[in-house]
């Protein structure tokens, strides 16, 4: 049975001298693994959408969920990434992110759109690399379902105070009275203006979601939360990021 779906290729393995398996996150069918059959010899007519970060309508066979490319027409490629380490790393771990919450079963279109539009802005190099990270690794989590509670104190319910604690584990916020003397680790102490870029990333509509504008002060410290609750909430940790943070140069400890 031929299926069309719209998706973006996020890795290509090589098998044997011609062949390779792609990981598409699709529209309709979530997370796939295609079979691209002969696509690594020159005169292949899928040569090109059978890389990482070409955006495609794929034709493929399904034969009990098992597929096979058959065409491919790009929509839109993200190639032009290769060419700068730094993006190119950005965008490796962006994948490697969506490709651990990604599933078969489920498919979330928001995620799609949240890595398209990511590696747009990191294509089109008007965005702060540490801003794109910031925006990805918080949206990535709501997205899932992972949102923190950012309502108000989660225990007298005040909207704003000059300090909250986040609690990255909790996915909470603490006014400071009400935190008190709790021994809770893994806590961020945030400001009126980082408190407004969480709830901004974390609640508002996509479209409006990149024009967010973080004052340069505040860029390394909110990547560096927003990484932690990433991590912390999928208790996992990505290499990608290792490498990104290694060619960025920055030390965020
Ligand atoms: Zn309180």
Not at 35 to 62: E, H, L, P
């Amino acid at each position: 049975m031929l299926t069309t779906l719209k998706g973006l290729v996020l890795r290509e393995r090589s098998v044997g001298e011609n062949d390779k398996f792609l990981d598409i996150l699709t529209d309709s069918a979530g997370m796939i693994e295609v079979s691209a059959k002969g696509v690594k010899k020159q005169n292949s007519k899928n040569a090109s959408v059978s890389q990482s970060f070409c955006y495609a309508t794929f034709c493929v066979s399904d034969s009990h969920g098992r597929y096979i490319l058959n065409s491919a027409e790009p929509i839109r490629t993200f190639f032009e990434l290769s060419r700068d380490l730094e993006r190119f790393s950005l965008a490796n771990y962006f994948a490697e992110a969506t490709m651990y919450v990604a599933t078969e079963e489920k498919p979330n279109n928001e995620v799609l759109r949240l890595i398209l539009n990511s590696l747009h802005f990191l294509s089109a190099k008007n965005r702060e690399l540490l801003l794109l990270k910031a925006i990805f690794e918080l949206r990535l989590m709501s997205e899932i379902g992972l949102v923190p509670n950012l309502i108000g104190c989660c225990e007298c319910m005040k909207y704003t105070a000059p300090r909250m604690q986040f609690d990255l584990k909790g996915g909470r916020l603490f006014c400071e009275d009400c935190f008190g003397a709790r021994d809770l680790h893994d806590v961020e102490l945030l400001d009126d203006r980082l408190l407004h870029y969480i709830r901004f990333i974390a609640l508002t509509d996509m479209q409006r979601l990149f024009n967010l504008s973080v004052s340069k002060d505040y860029l390394q410290q909110l990547s560096a939360i927003t990484e932690r609750y990433l991590e912390l909430q999928l208790d996992r940790h990505f290499q990608t990021l290792d490498f990104f943070k290694t060619v960025n140069g920055y030390n965020y400890e």
